[in-house]
């Protein structure tokens, strides 16, 4: 016979919300810095022992709790964030349960000492296996002190499933610098085990620009020097939408999500919505095998995304799940596909003179640079005067022989030239000067030297005209004067038979010569003929695993990738100074020219005064 249903004891409630609530140390601190900052708190400082087992203490100067509403405080279901159902579906606030602190008194010795503005003194509480004691008067200067002891030491079963103090102590760091880069205009504080580990200031409010300033100063604190100069501004509004923060680059891309920060409305959460669109974005310049690096904030009216999902409030909901994943894949893809121009639009400020200074060969985003119109054809006009020659517009595309763009002489010194430093930057790129190994294309610009990853560069170019062909469908196709022909297997043979129409929008013309044969009589322009068999037995591999439909549509990047890299310059080519120049230029056209298809950088800057100092110039 089957027990009777019974009503649970409240500790015996609390204990079981603790589990969901409460895995450990670093979900009650992530509970306890959100009421800080829903009380208003300016200043918030974090203690811990042994990962926060042993105790864990936060301390913050909000506006406080009464001494009638302490127990209140302690109470399941008792808050003063929502008192409606309206207020449940627009909340605004971090915490809105009101059950997070009667789970750790539940499960931990926990002491409450708060005091406001109209008190003379602090009040204090103490909760222990549910039994609340009396409040009463202790020193406490305004604001909310919570420390809680030994966590779980009334489940023991729950507390062997915590890991070792190192291990947590990593989850509450990572908890805490989450909370600190959601609110960089508040100062936080983390000691462990009596050692300072991060002291992050609250920004001075005196200058117009504050904001900026301690969100830059925020990242660069917590995610290091080097992730800020990888990274480019972030900043859209569209309707009642609104994404801001810094996106890393790919040069800067990790082996893990380790240094992925998304908020929506403040609240760090790892959405399947907003994760798909991040993704999307980065596909196209990033290695599949590494992971992204940002720090984002989605602003979006509260109504619009239901934040009552997981019990520790780690995911949302958008109501309108569609347009959110449109309005982050465009603005972050916007970002990435220029980020130079971004860059030089940049509203953030200049980081101070105390900053370390940064490495000699850095990628073109952390000059910049901008490749647009405007500078292009100021070039021409610079051109002109300076040779006495028409400067073609637009340029040409590479594709070998003479284009008519010679680089300028350069004297011995080589910094005299036809273009003067005090000169407008014609063309970010420069002209080039040479080749070496076969490898790299070597160009003199403005601030010095640049060196090419000629293979990559061109892949790219490559790989953005494809792309742009496949979405207006003309993919110009080039007849072959000898058809190429190779062996295939006889399901090859069926794919080419069947997708006819697949491969004209690709720009192939495949037929096959018997059963086991194909011909290439025709292929893209931008390919080299000498690739035509291996292009095209990629394009039949993804039409026989794929089909049409998905090659064209979710495949339809890898596609023109593999195509990009049998159409690009090969490394041990010789190229003429003009055939350089004409890749340089198309560089300069193209977006996201600065990685290659696998997120590789393209191109390297070395200043005069890197060169300088190498040779040891002036000492």
Known sequence: ???????????????????????????????????????????????????????????????????????????????????????????????????????????????????????????????????????????????????????????????????????????????????????????????????????????????????????????????????????????????????????????????????????????????????HALRQAYQDILHHQRHPAFVLFLELPPEQVDVNVHPAKSEVRFRESQGVHQFIFHTLQQALARPDELAAADPRPAPPAASPAPPAWQTPAQHGIAFNAEQRQASYRLWEVQTGEPQPTPPLPYQGGSSGMMPPPLTRGGREGLIPPESPNPHPLGYAIGQLSGVYVLAQNTQGLVVVDMHAAHERVVYEKLKAALDAERIASQPLLIPVSFYAEALDVATAEAEQDALHKLGFDLKPLSPTTLAVRAMPALLKQSEAEAAAREVLHELREFGASRALTERRNEILASLACHGAVRANRTLTLPEMNALLREMENTERADQCNHGRPTWFQLSMNDLDKMFMRGK
């Open 1 to 275: 016979m089957s027990a009777p249903i019974q009503v649970l004891p409240d500790l015996l409630i609390n204990q079981i919300a603790a589990g969901e609530v409460i895995e450990r140390p670093a979900a009650a601190l992530k509970e306890l810095l959100e009421n800080s900052l829903d009380a208003g708190a300016t200043e918030i400082s974090v203690q811990l022992e042994q990962g926060g087992i042993k105790r864990l203490q936060v301390r913050d100067n909000g506006k406080g709790i009464a001494k009638d509403q302490l127990p209140l405080a302690l109470m399941r279901h008792a808050t003063s964030k929502i008192a409606t159902l309206n207020d449940l579906q627009s909340v605004s606030s971090m915490g809105f349960r009101g059950e997070a602190l009667a789970s750790m008194a539940a499960v931990a010795q926990l002491t409450l000492a708060s005091r406001t503005a109209h008190d003379a003194h602090g009040w204090q509480i103490s909760a222990q296996d549910g039994m609340l004691s009396e409040p009463s008067p202790c020193s406490q200067p305004q604001g909310t002190t919570i420390e809680l002891r030994e966590l779980y030491f009334n489940t023991p079963a729950r507390r062997k499933f915590l890991k070792s103090e190192a291990t947590e102590f990593a989850h509450c760091e990572e908890t805490f610098k989450r909370i600190a880069l959601s609110r960089p205009d508040v100062g936080f504080a983390l000691q462990h085990n009596g050692r300072t580990v991060w002291q992050l200031a609250a920004p001075p409010r005196l200058l117009e620009n504050w904001r900026h300033d301690a969100a830059v100063k925020r990242v660069a604190a917590l995610l290091g020097d080097e992730f800020g100069q990888a990274a480019v501004a972030v900043s859209r509004d569209a309707a009642n939408l609104s994404l801001q923060g810094l996106a890393a680059l790919p040069a800067y891309s990790r082996a893990s999500r380790d240094a992925q920060y998304f908020f929506v409305n403040g609240r760090f959460v790892r959405d399947k919505v907003a994760s």
